[in-house]
């Protein structure tokens, strides 16, 4: 090895060191993406409000709901009681800036809601149910002021404004019926104010909607006096129990993968992919015309429908339909208990209405398809064509 290739070396190694270095001691670039997750630090993460949450909410029972608004209402929701009502009393508590809740939730959030609680949301944009159910309009200042002031209805909250730019939406309410609705809180538009949080009555309970999540993130509750607003929307939360929908909020636990370390790093991310790229280039490109005739195999016949009509045919032709009739019942009932989880042991009236409540189907249909079972287990006489067709039919009205 000559002088001028050891030369060369030494400084390529040094260049790398130096690459390295400057790498290493660089600041980390401040991540501004809008996580809304509760135990994220960046600016638009939650971590500050889920920790002084049951300071700022200091009159309320907090607890934090790790499921879906529909399996947590369901599962509190007494069937038994002749005036069906819910066994949580309260106020649902959700703030991200995407509206994330399914619509079986948000059906069910409304029927909660209709037997005198309240829901409280802080997002950015809503699902159409909420313009049509509660006679309000969205929409967005595409040319408003880039600063974002924002500031309450209520004078003896104070009418100091507070500067929401980073982060902020310009979502505001267009329309609303100004007979029913109250107007809570405001934000600067181009020209002149818009409404950003208001109380929305629904039969017995009250919707409370608020535009502007980016005041609960970590950036703006630790920003000058920016927490006097939060606290400000939250005084507007009944007293008595939050129930805070916090499912897919909460974050991912630790990785457990031996790549973790790599894809935490972009750099080294970047020449992770750049390997696997090449690998594959050179698999497509060195298996060309290596690769012996793979010889096509016909795929084996599905019989299992030309067998069930086989065997349906079967009992038809024998005139058995009893038989039938019974394997008929035993199907209803099975799908009933793997697709709405309700017990099969007793069909009563309390089995008619779950089934009602959980397929929405006509209860007249359900209760003439329960009598026909019923009658079919207590009957001693042997069973005729009419009898199959007819608990046929009202089967299939349920079920299809």
């Avoid at 002149?192 to 609960?216: C, D, E, M, S």
């Amino acid at each position: 090895m000559n002088r001028t290739l050891k030369i060369y070396i030494f400084l390529l190694v040094v260049l790398m060191a130096g690459v390295i270095y400057v790498d290493a001691v660089r600041p980390k670039p401040v991540d501004w993406s809008p996580s809304y997750i509760l135990r994220d630090k960046i600016p638009f993460g939650l971590y500050v409000f889920d920790q002084e949450s049951k300071t700022i909410l200091n009159q309320r029972k907090i607890e934090k709901v790790r499921k879906s608004a529909y399996e947590f209402l369901d599962e509190n929701y007494d069937y038994n009681k002749e005036a069906d009502n819910y066994t949580v009393k309260g106020t649902l508590f959700h703030v991200c800036d995407t509206y994330i809740i399914d619509d079986e939730s948000t059906k069910e959030m409304f029927y909660y809601v209709s037997h005198g609680n309240n829901v409280f949301l802080s997002v950015e944009r809503l699902p159409e149910i909420f313009t049509d159910s509660l006679n309000i309009k969205l929409d967005a200042d595409f040319n408003f002021k880039s600063q974002t002031n924002c500031w309450m209805a209520n004078p003896n909250l104070g009418q100091q404004k507070y500067d929401l730019s980073k982060g902020g939406n310009n979502t505001y309410f267009s329309n609303i019926d100004t007979l029913t609705t109250t107007i809570l809180g405001y934000q600067s538009g181009k020209d002149n104010k818009r409404v950003n949080f208001i109380k929305v009555p629904y039969k017995k309970g009250n919707f409370f909607i608020h535009l502007q999540p980016t005041a609960f993130t970590n950036y703006h509750l630790l920003k000058d006096n920016h927490y006097q607003y939060t606290e400000k929307v939250l005084s507007y939360v009944p007293n008595g129990n939050v129930y805070w929908l916090v499912n897919e909020q909460e974050g991912l636990t630790e990785s457990t993968s031996m790549l973790r370390f790599i894809r935490s790093q972009p750099a080294l991310m970047y020449a992770w992919y750049l390997f696997l790229t090449g690998i594959v280039i050179f698999m497509i490109f060195n298996a060309k015309r290596r690769q012996r005739v793979i010889p096509i195999i016909k795929p084996l016949s599905n019989t299992t429908v030309d067998f069930t009509k086989t065997i349906g045919n079967l009992y038809y032709q024998e005139g058995n339909h009893q038989n039938l009739i019974d394997k008929k019942i035993i199907y209803f009932l099975e799908r009933v208990r793997n697709e709405y989880l309700i017990d099969t042991a007793v069909l009563d009236e309390n089995f008619i209405k779950k089934l009602h409540a959980k397929t929405g189907k006509d209860i007249k249909d359900i209760e003439h398809l329960v009598y026909l079972i019923n009658y079919q287990k207590k009957s001693y006489h042997q069973s005729i064509e009419t009898d199959l067709i007819e608990i046929n039919k009202a089967i299939e009205k349920i079920i299809s």
